[in-house]
């Protein structure tokens, strides 16, 4: 199965992707945690997107995009994606189609993790103190907000026209969002 964890920042899409990962032996996609790496590990890609990754602004579809083609192309993986985070725009979620096409690869589901802008304010304020993310602070988090609501919110409108989407109301507990996911999939 590939799965897409769609939601704003702060929704908890990572910790129910790693869920998943372990519940179904998946490989998680998240691009966050691949540019963060590229970011630590100083490369060229790092020094062009440190800006606005510390801005929070979207890095450009061209640079996420590239990220991710070895990923699908990698048999090791197929069908055993789970997409944290991406896509995030338009372009992003045409690339993803035409790559699983090439890859005769399919999305299974998508869930949207629903949470509302006080209470992602309120757990990247936590976030912060624990991961200590420098795009964690209060201004930050609400320039990732009005990016998320401006530029991925038509994503959304996108997916959730398509079969096996399904909204879960992410301010519930971890443990109760696992649970309805897992009733869904029936795993
Ligand atoms: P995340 O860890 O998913 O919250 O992403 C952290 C930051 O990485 C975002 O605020 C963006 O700056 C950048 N980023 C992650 N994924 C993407 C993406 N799919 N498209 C553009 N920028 C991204």
Redesign the pocket.
């Known amino acids: 199965m590939n799965i897409i964890i769609f939601g704003p ?1 702060g929704a908890g ?2 910790t129910q992707a790693k869920f998943l990962v372990k519940k179904l032996n998946g490989f998680q996609v ?4 691949m ?2 790496d590229e970011i630590k590990k100083n490369t060229e890609v790092g020094r062009k ?1 440190i800006d ?2 510390n801005e ?6 061209e640079i ?1 995009n590239k990220l991710l083609e070895n990923i699908i192309f990698d048999v090791a993986k197929k069908n055993r994606l789970i997409f ?6 338009i372009n ?1 979620a045409k690339n993803l189609n035409n790559l699983l096409n090439k890859s005769q690869q399919k999305i299974d589901y998508i869930f949207f993790l629903n949470v509302n802008k006080n209470s992602i304010i309120k757990r990247v304020e936590k976030r912060k103190l624990l991961e200590k ?1 420098t ?1 964690d602070d209060a201004q930050t988090i609400l320039t ?1 907000y009005d ?1 998320y609501m401006e530029v991925t919110k038509p994503v959304l409108d996108y997916y959730s026209k398509i079969k096996n989407f399904y909204e879960v109301d992410g301010s519930m507990e971890i443990n109760k969002i696992s649970q309805k996911i897992e009733e869904i999939l029936n795993v």
Request: proline share 7%; no cysteine; net charge positive.
């Open positions: 920042p899409k990572g998240s691009t966050g945690d540019l963060r997107i606005n990754m929070g602004k979207f890095v450009d579809d996420v944290d985070g991406y896509p995030r725009t992003q993310r795009d990732r990016t």
